[in-house]
């Protein structure tokens, strides 16, 4: 068992040996953080290949603790989140759709963390609903059956990364990216079959579809929002424009396809200005999340919204076409279902608490 890097530089990819002596020497307290940020640094400026995505996902999903979830097999489970990153500074777009999806019968377990790279990330503004995040692992099933969905706390799932948690913090603060940006969708410990994952960097794809596939997901899309006036993209599909989409359909062999959509495939109207779309800190998230939820808001976040819970739960095989999916998601908050989950979250969270 090696006890030192390899060097990502000198090799196009790292086998799965390698992969796994990485993470743990990546996890092991006595090894030095500066051969630590080495390591990092040259495997991201060589570039990160789906291979190694899926492995090093693999490897430190080995270590987390996996929820009890019991459900009927005609229901998958379903992720829907994005990498982060974009710096758009939008409203908690995923986390609401996950109340949407899950209230047009779709069986949501969402993985994330608080905020990194943006004033409001999904635990925070789930806090801020009075959802409760730190569950007991046998109740997370509880959870699920009864709200339709359930978060999972990233630091609290995966204990063992804490480890390189400073390192992590000490690089971003110097703007150097690494694996670890990247990892946080494909790390969900229920292993979702179905998964929507926004991808801030539209050329990554094709390789994210195919990480996503290696990793076991029946049914998948990485997506990239275009359309900004700036002339950026968001980690999900936009409502402002046309967005890339990369699918993978495991049947039994990976079967991809590269596609684009509009908001007018699901129905929708393209937003002509993003201002809408903006979002605060996670007290000013929660209540417009409170409100479109409530139909006493409309406009771009309500349809960046049901977009993006369209696609979920088109993704998740709730309807067979675009449209059909929009009007499951649009029905979900106007017939209350979609709040309704949101209150059923706080009621079994609050009792599943630790």
Same mark, same amino acid.
């Given at each position: 068992?090696?006890?030192?890097?390899?060097d990502?530089?000198?090799r196009?990819?790292?086998?799965?040996?390698?992969?796994?002596?990485?993470?743990?020497?990546?996890?092991?307290?006595?090894?030095?953080?500066?051969?630590?940020?080495?390591?990092?640094?040259?495997?991201?400026q060589?570039g990160?290949?789906?291979?190694?995505l899926a492995?090093?996902?693999?490897?430190?999903?080995?270590?987390?603790i996996?929820?009890?979830?019991?459900?009927?097999?005609?229901?998958?489970l379903?992720e829907?989140? *994005?990498?982060?990153?974009?710096?758009?500074?939008f409203?908690?777009?995923?986390?609401?759709?996950m109340?949407?999806?899950?209230?047009?019968g779709?069986?949501?377990?969402?993985? /994330?963390?608080?905020?990194?790279?943006?004033?409001? *990330?999904?635990?925070?503004?789930?806090?801020?609903?009075?959802?409760?995040?730190?569950?007991?692992?046998?109740?997370?099933?509880?959870?699920?059956?009864r709200? *339709?969905?359930?978060?999972?706390?990233?630091?609290?799932?995966?204990?063992?990364?804490?480890?390189?948690?400073?390192?992590?913090?000490?690089?971003?603060?110097e /703007?150097?990216?690494?694996?670890?940006?990247?990892l946080?969708?494909?790390?969900?410990?229920?292993?979702?079959?179905?998964?929507?994952?926004?991808?801030?960097?539209p050329?990554?794809?094709?390789?994210?579809?195919e990480?996503?596939?290696?990793?076991?997901?029946r049914?998948?899309?990485?997506?990239?929002?275009?359309?900004?006036?700036?002339? *950026?993209?968001v980690?999900?599909?936009?409502?402002t424009?046309?967005s890339?989409?990369v699918?993978?359909?495991?049947?039994?062999a990976?079967?991809?396809?590269?596609?684009?959509?509009?908001?007018?495939?699901?129905?929708?109207?393209?937003?002509?200005?993003?201002e809408?779309?903006?979002?605060?800190?996670?007290?000013?998230?929660?209540?417009?999340?409170?409100?479109i939820?409530?139909?006493?808001?409309?406009?771009?976040?309500?349809?960046?919204?049901?977009?993006?819970?369209?696609?979920?739960?088109?993704?998740? /095989?709730?309807?067979?076409?675009?449209?059909?999916?929009?009007?499951?998601?649009?029905?979900?908050?106007?017939?209350?279902?979609?709040?309704?989950?949101?209150?059923?979250?706080?009621?079994?969270?609050?009792?599943?608490?630790?």
């Open positions: 068992m090696s006890q030192h890097f390899p990502p530089l000198e196009p990819f790292l086998s799965s040996e390698e992969i796994t002596d990485s993470v743990r020497l990546l996890l092991d307290e006595r090894i030095p953080s500066a051969k630590k940020g080495i390591f990092l640094t040259s495997l991201h060589r990160e290949t789906a291979q190694e492995g090093f996902a693999k490897a430190l999903l080995r270590g987390a996996i929820p009890e979830i019991n459900r009927a097999e005609e229901t998958p379903l829907l989140c *994005g990498t982060g990153g974009d710096r758009a500074g409203l908690n777009i995923s986390t609401a759709a109340f949407v999806a899950a209230g047009a779709a069986c949501v377990v969402k993985h /994330g963390n608080r905020a990194v790279s943006s004033r409001c *990330g999904s635990a925070d503004v789930l806090e801020a609903l009075g959802v409760s995040l730190h569950l007991k692992p046998s109740h997370i099933g509880e959870v699920l059956e709200a *339709g969905c359930v978060f999972l706390l990233a630091s609290d799932v995966h204990p063992t990364v804490a480890a390189v948690a400073p390192l992590r913090r000490s690089l971003a603060a /703007g150097q990216m690494t694996i670890f940006n990247l946080g969708p494909l790390l969900n410990p229920a292993s979702p079959e179905c998964q929507l994952t926004g991808i801030n960097r050329e990554m794809l094709r390789l994210y579809a990480a996503m596939g290696l990793l076991g997901r049914t998948a899309w990485a997506v990239h929002g275009e359309g900004l006036h700036d002339g *950026g993209g980690d999900e599909l936009s409502i424009g046309p890339r989409v699918s993978v359909r495991a049947t039994p990976e079967n991809f396809e590269k596609f684009s959509i509009t908001p007018a495939d699901f129905g929708l109207e393209t937003a002509l200005t993003p809408r779309l903006l979002g605060g800190d996670a007290q000013a998230n929660a209540s417009r999340i409170m409100a939820l409530s139909n006493q808001e409309d406009g771009a976040a309500l349809d960046m919204i049901l977009l993006n819970a369209a696609a979920a739960l088109h993704v998740a /095989g709730r309807a067979s076409s675009l449209p059909a999916a929009a009007g499951l998601a649009r029905e979900s908050i106007s017939s209350g279902r979609a709040l309704r989950s949101l209150k059923l979250l706080q009621e079994a969270s609050a009792s599943a608490a630790r």
